[in-house]
């Protein structure tokens, strides 16, 4: 069925390193791809999102890697700090252009990265 | 400008009430999400309305029900509560349906005692 996995629960990095998150999802059909942080006691920060025509696509100290083959998308964090340890998620997004909504995200389960000091 | 906002923050219920929560978008924005978070099935998708009119649904049971005004203001509801309906409900607005980047507030955690 539908949905949007995380290859690793939990991920625990030293200050200063680059961390790579991964999702793997399973609905082809997908348009876009968005991955949130959500810090203890938020509600998910939007963070980066990539269409599925790209392969990948930058923000500052995020990269997103999407893969459509393997049906992968990946979030890379450069030069992590400690404000980035928080749970983060990965969601898809399908489109639809006539009659309903286009809105409905479907989350994956969410990877604690950790980082120390 | 002032985010989106979730009230009551915090919500005990015994099972078989009904709770109505609210969610307050950013100013402007016109699309409203609801989510339900729970430890075991994570984030799950409710409903969205826009322009008062629910346009998508989740996989959830009639007992869970929303609405939308005028203003944007969004309200959800759900009846006859069950021990397994505790969860942190989130909101989430968006400028327009199909907007990528959606705002979320911090949520209502609910207790079903």
């Known amino acids: 069925g539908e949905s949007v996995g995380l290859h690793l629960p939990t991920l625990s990095v030293q200050e200063g390193d680059n961390s790579i998150i991964n999702c793997a999802y399973s609905?082809?059909?997908?348009?876009?791809f968005i991955w949130y942080k959500q810090e203890s006691g938020k509600g998910p920060q939007f963070i980066i999102d990539?269409?599925?025509?790209?392969d990948k696509r930058q923000g500052q100290r995020v990269t997103v890697l999407l893969n459509k083959t393997v049906k992968h998308l990946s979030l890379q964090i450069a030069a992590t700090q400690p404000g980035d340890s928080a749970v983060y998620f990965c969601?898809?997004?399908?489109?639809?252009?006539?009659?309903?909504?286009?809105?409905?995200?479907?989350f994956g389960k969410g990877t604690l990265l950790t980082v120390n000091p | 400008k002032a985010g989106v906002t979730q009230t009551p923050r915090y919500l005990i219920k015994t099972r078989g009430q009904q709770v109505t929560l609210s969610c307050s978008p950013i100013?402007?924005?016109?699309?409203v999400s609801w989510y339900q978070q729970t430890p075991g099935q994570g984030l799950q998708f409710l409903f969205e309305?826009?322009?008062?009119?629910?346009?998508n649904k989740g996989n959830f049971p009639g007992r869970f029900s929303g609405r939308q005004f005028s203003n944007s203001r969004s309200e959800m509801n759900v009846s006859t509560l069950e021990l397994g309906d505790s969860a942190l409900y989130l909101c989430?607005?968006?400028?327009?349906?199909?907007?990528?980047?959606?705002?979320f507030g911090q949520g209502t955690r609910l207790t079903v005692v």
């Open positions: 609905n082809s059909a997908s348009d876009y």
């Open positions: 100013s402007g924005h016109r699309s």
């Open positions: 990539i269409r599925s025509n790209m």
């Open positions: 309305y826009f322009s008062e009119t629910q346009r």
């Open positions: 969601a898809e997004n399908m489109e639809r252009n006539s009659g309903g909504s286009n809105y409905k995200l479907t």
């Open positions: 989430a607005s968006s400028l327009n349906t199909g907007s990528t980047e959606a705002f």
